[in-house]
């Protein structure tokens, strides 16, 4: 079991050197204030399960994942798996957690560059001690899995962005840890990419009862996978099932309209809408329902629109219709 207990974490100002006024003051006066990461979040993640940590960008999801690995040490409150400390005591479970950190963009880490795509993952199954009668069927089981079996002879330097991400994932497969962290497994991925890797992770779970931590800001990923999510934002905000999140996040708008106009422009009213003036510019920003954007749109003089962009709304978007931030 996995439980997180009023786990916060606190990031020093930056330090920039002495000549740097912020840092210098930190040093003779007054210390800046500590950049919140998790504030008082706790949580309790069942055996077997796939547990959902939905938050948008700066939400903390990658630095929960960091004190899950012994990477960072608290500020107050603790991260217990089965029972141990995750950063005081991380090497008692290091061995039964395997992590995937993408949402770092330091998908790469772990592998090397010029050795086959089978050869990284028989280096990743010895180190985490798979019996070693075990170590091929496993790994042809993981790429056939994640359509990868061909290139498994390919040098992993050569493979596109994408299939790097299913070989990290495939290195799950082939661990079968009990804990498996995944830091937003699908960013940066196309669909069809997306669901392999979403299979893979629920045959992983399905297969062999690895339980699971995905963080996301993708609510369609966190509603397809999990069976249970927080949804936070440095602070617990929501926790239920996938489908009692979805239905109160729930929202009256679907686009979201980018325009840039010259010259100052009235807000048009009735209408939820930010307009900041920045120089010789207007940036307007407006949540609409999809058949609004068009008499939007019609509110500004078309000569004086420089750029409109409309876009589905992010999880981003919906935080800020909801809660304003
Ligand atoms: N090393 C650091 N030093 C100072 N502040 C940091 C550091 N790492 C993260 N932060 C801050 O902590 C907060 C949480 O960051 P974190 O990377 O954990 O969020 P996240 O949910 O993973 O974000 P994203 O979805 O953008 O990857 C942010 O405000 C971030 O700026």
């Not at 000549?19 to 040093?27: A, H, I, N, Q, V």
């Not at 141990?84 to 998908?107: I, N, P, W």
């Not at 994408?162 to 960013?187: C, F, N, W």
Request: hydrophobic share 40%.
């Amino acid at each position: 079991m996995i439980e997180a207990e009023h786990l916060t974490k606190y990031y020093p100002p930056p330090f920039r050197g002495f000549f740097d006024l912020g840092s210098l003051r930190d040093f003779l006066g007054k210390p800046r204030e500590e950049i919140p990461a998790l504030i008082d979040l706790s949580f309790r993640v069942r055996e077997g399960e796939i547990f959902g940590l939905l938050g948008p960008n700066g939400a903390g999801k990658t630095t929960l994942c960091k004190i899950a690995n012994g990477l960072l040490e608290p500020s107050s409150g603790k991260l217990l798996i089965d029972g141990h400390d995750s950063f005081r005591e991380h090497g008692k479970v290091a061995g039964e957690m395997f992590t995937v950190f993408t949402g770092e963009r330091d998908m790469w880490g772990i592998f090397q560059w010029r050795l086959s795509v089978q050869r990284n993952l028989q280096f990743i199954a010895r180190l985490w001690k798979v019996p070693e009668g075990e170590i091929g069927e496993r790994i042809e089981y993981a790429l056939k899995l994640l359509n990868l079996w061909e290139k498994r002879d390919e040098w992993y330097q050569k493979l596109s962005a994408g299939m790097k991400q299913k070989v990290y994932i495939a290195s799950a497969l082939v661990v079968r840890p009990k804990y498996l962290i995944l830091d937003e497994p699908t960013v940066f991925l196309d669909v069809i990419t997306k669901s392999e890797i979403h299979d893979a992770i629920m045959a992983l779970v399905r297969d062999f009862g690895t339980t699971v931590i995905l963080t996301t800001h993708d609510l369609s990923e966190a509603e397809k996978l999990s069976d249970r999510v927080l949804l936070f934002n440095k602070r617990p905000i929501l926790e239920g099932k996938p489908e009692e999140i979805s239905r109160k996040l729930e929202v009256d708008f679907d686009r979201k309209v980018l325009l840039v106009v010259e010259g100052s422009a009235p807000c048009p009213g009735g209408y939820l809408v930010r307009c900041i003036r920045k120089g010789n510019f207007t940036h307007v920003t407006a949540y609409l329902k999809s058949g609004e954007v068009n008499e939007f749109l019609s509110r500004f003089p078309s000569g004086k629109v420089l750029s409109a962009r409309v876009e589905n709304l992010s999880l981003e978007d919906v935080f800020m219709i909801l809660f304003g931030s």
